[in-house]
């Protein structure tokens, strides 16, 4: 080697600009020189590779992720449906269609065959009227005396007709003959003797004028218990006779159509009332004022009706069609249009009869019972293909079907009231 050439080992290694970390070093001024850019991150950082995964296999676990959401939405939102779930099953029961026609007997309950009872109701109506018409009016007036005995202790019998007269000279007279108790007292209607307005009189007292020179005229006292009144005479307006008669009239028929729908509303479940197996009476009373333009006619009506078993008919005349099978429950859907007519309806008093004749016509439709109560309880959380095995058992069943909401559900709902049913009778 040549001596002149000699070089150190500074000079034989090589030149190395760049230290450890990215971090340049001038060879000149022996400075650091920062290698990195502005960003935050560091210089080691960027010296490391991260793993990153194929973008295929990125695709599948995002696609996995999308499907097991939706699995939980459906899932959860199944649950949920179904808890909220409800069904309305539509039954058709079993039915026939029988003729009627012919003469019955009913006996007043309880009986056996057809039974009947009774039903009484009332209803009053009033009505203001002009008075439009003149009257000559003569009226006696009326009310109600106390006669006390102070006499004896016998009974003392006074008859129609004994005269009882007041301070001022009125006369009234007893409308019946009455016993007056020994020591005691007794109430009755006394009318004046003659018409007028001044025999309407408030309280006062009488003397029995028949008792009248002998020691019983003292001792026996009379007093009013009501005020004695409606004593007219003279002429007054009054309603004439033609707008009494329409007025009444017409309040007829306002009170029957009360008092009928009166007996609809107060009849027990499952009873009926045939409209002739009805029957009314009327009465009327009019208030003429003598000093106003209008009277007052108060109206009522009493009737009186016939109230049949609906079970108890329409057992009698399935029996009767069935040839004897006892069907339990049944029941005729349309009994209301069956046509009733009652014999001899005018000739026998409905408090006190106690059978009837009558004629029953029309299409009777039988309809057999089913107990929706036992089904539902045996539909509680049955599948929902199995429910034919559960109609099946219901021989009174004619067709049934589950209307399902929502429609996707396996399964009867476990909670009762969410099961609903609508009987379809043809």
Do not use: H
Request: aromatic fraction near 8%.
């Amino acid at each position: 080697m040549n001596k002149g050439s000699k070089k150190s080992l500074k000079d034989v290694l090589p030149k190395k600009e760049v230290g450890y970390g990215g971090v340049k070093i001038n060879s000149k001024s022996n400075k650091q020189i920062d290698m990195v850019d502005d960003s935050n991150t560091s210089s080691l950082d960027k010296n490391i590779n991260y793993y990153k995964p194929p973008k295929k296999l990125r695709r599948s676990s995002l696609y996995l992720i999308w499907v097991c959401l939706f699995l939980v939405v459906i899932i959860g939102g199944y649950q949920v449906s179904a808890i909220f779930a409800t069904v309305t099953v539509q039954v058709t029961p079993k039915q026939l269609v029988i003729p009627i026609e012919g003469s019955f007997s009913a006996n007043r309950a309880p009986a056996e065959g057809i039974e009947f009872s009774v039903i009484k109701l009332e209803e009053v109506l009033t009505q203001q009227v002009p008075s439009t018409g003149v009257s000559k009016v003569e009226t006696k007036a009326s009310g109600v005396v106390t006669i006390t005995n102070n006499y004896s202790s016998a009974p003392q019998t006074l008859v129609v007709n004994t005269r009882l007269e007041t301070p001022e000279g009125l006369v009234f007279k007893l409308d019946k003959t009455i016993i007056v108790p020994g020591n005691g007292s007794i109430s009755v209607n006394v009318n004046a003797s003659e018409v007028g307005s001044k025999y309407n009189v408030g309280n006062t007292s009488f003397k029995i004028m028949g008792f009248k020179g002998t020691a019983r005229y003292d001792k026996f006292l009379a007093k009013t218990k009501t005020p004695i009144s409606g004593g007219k005479e003279g002429l007054m307006s009054v309603v004439k006779e033609e707008d009494r008669t329409k007025a009444v009239t017409s309040m007829q028929v306002d009170l029957k159509a009360k008092v009928k729908n009166k007996a609809q509303l107060q009849i027990p479940k499952d009873f009926i009332i045939f409209d002739d197996g009805m029957m009314f009476s009327f009465s009327d009373e009019i208030n003429n004022d003598p000093s106003g333009s209008t009277a007052t006619i108060s109206a009522k009506v009493t009737m009186v009706a016939l109230l049949f078993n609906t079970d108890n008919l329409s057992k009698y005349f399935a029996e009767k069609q069935l040839a004897g099978e006892a069907v339990p429950g049944i029941k005729i859907s349309n009994i209301k249009t069956l046509d009733f007519k009652l014999d001899n309806k005018d000739q026998f008093d409905f408090d006190k009869t106690n059978k009837v004749n009558f004629t029953l016509t029309g299409d009777a439709n039988l309809v057999w019972f089913v107990d929706t109560v036992d089904l539902k309880a045996k539909l509680l959380n049955t599948s929902v293909k199995n429910q034919s095995t559960v109609f099946a058992n219901y021989p009174a069943i004619y067709r049934a079907e589950a209307i399902l909401r929502p429609p996707w559900i396996l399964s009867f709902p476990n909670n009762p009231s969410r099961i609903n049913f609508k009987l379809i009778i043809q």
